[in-house]
T-cell receptor, first 114, second 112 residues
């Protein structure tokens, strides 16, 4: 079983929809949680990071972490065709050494249609 | 700032050949890492460094070597290429590893 599970999709939504992307994990030592966006044939780009449980909002993006359920989410409001990409969750431990070692989900491919 | 620069962008190797993938960053980041990305497997950590002179193994280190003689550079060496090393390789760096990494644009490596 992988430490981080993520539905690969593809997920297809109409423009303007609210998108929900999710990851589950099994390692209770994970303390830092990140979401990356990756366009085709490009490197991942950091979207958001959160520490421990709670919510964080940045423009149209909201990240949620529920450590009790080992579940993290990324919500995209008013989705745009430019949001079409693969979204990767990533997480790491709370100590300096373990924080350097990110564990990624396999990514969810999102397609926003006109 | 150029960010994280990886060279080459594409490479084809024959089985048994060796090569070095270059990675350089101009952000004065202490933390640097190498990942490989394969379909259905996501990004997997190969080696990482927490500063010049300090490196450690990640999840899939076999067949790869690294060194970190300067803050800016973190080359990845393939000792004897195998078809299983066909992948896209990403280098990443971070000022503070707790808050995410900046990735390069990747090197697409094919071993035949």
């Amino acid at each position: 079983q992988k430490e981080v599970e993520q539905d690969p999709g593809p997920l297809s939504v109409p423009e303007g929809a609210i998108v929900s992307l999710n990851c589950t994990y099994s390692n209770s030592a994970f303390q830092y949680f990140m979401w990356y966006r990756q366009y085709s044939r490009k490197g991942p780009e950091l979207l958001m990071y959160t520490y421990s449980s709670g919510n964080k909002e940045d423009g149209r993006f909201t990240a949620q972490v529920d450590k009790s359920s080992k579940y993290i989410s990324l919500f995209i409001r008013d989705s745009q065709p430019s949001d079409s990409a693969t979204y990767l969750c990533a997480m790491s431990g709370g100590l300096t050494g373990t924080a350097s070692k990110l564990t990624f989900g396999t990514g969810t491919r999102l397609q926003v249609t006109l | 700032n150029a960010g994280v620069t990886q060279t080459p962008k594409f490479q084809v190797l024959k089985t048994g050949q060796s090569m070095t993938l270059q990675c350089a960053q101009d952000m004065n980041h202490e933390y640097m890492s190498w990942y490989r990305q394969d379909p259905g497997m996501g990004l997997r950590l190969i080696h990482y460094s927490v500063g010049a002179g300090i490196t450690d193994q990640g999840e899939v280190p076999n067949g790869y070597n690294v060194s970190r003689s300067t803050t800016e550079d973190f080359p990845l060496r393939l000792l004897s290429a195998a078809p299983s090393q066909t992948s896209v390789y990403f280098c990443a760096s971070s000022y503070d590893s707790f808050y995410g990494y900046t990735f390069g644009s990747g090197t697409r490596l094919t071993v035949v």
